[in-house]
């Protein structure tokens, strides 16, 4: 699904392009990320239409509502400064 952000008065593109088995690619104006569920684990167990349903939330990041995820756009670009931490409840 195409989405559109607005970023200093422009429209900007949020796609997700494929959902593979490894993992899903998406579209940023920054390029094409491929986002891996060993590090992405929220996209795992969702079902298609929950993963095409992206959309900006600010200039900074996208949101998958249906799911609860917020990413930000630095996070994807940079994942070295974002560890994931997760806890078993």
């Given at each position: 699904m195409n989405r559109i952000l607005r970023?200093?008065?422009?429209n900007i593109s949020v796609?997700?392009?494929?959902i593979t088995g490894n993992g899903i690619l998406i579209?940023?104006?920054e390029g094409d990320f491929f986002l891996p569920y060993s590090d992405y684990p929220w996209f795992k167990n969702a079902r298609v239409d929950e993963v095409l349903d992206v959309k900006s939330e600010g200039n900074f990041a996208i949101r998958w509502?249906?799911?609860d995820?917020?990413?930000e756009i630095d996070s994807i670009l940079h994942p070295e400064k974002y560890p994931i931490i997760m806890n078993n409840l």
């Open positions: 970023k200093n008065g422009e796609k997700v392009l494929a579209s940023i104006p509502d249906k799911l995820v917020d990413l």
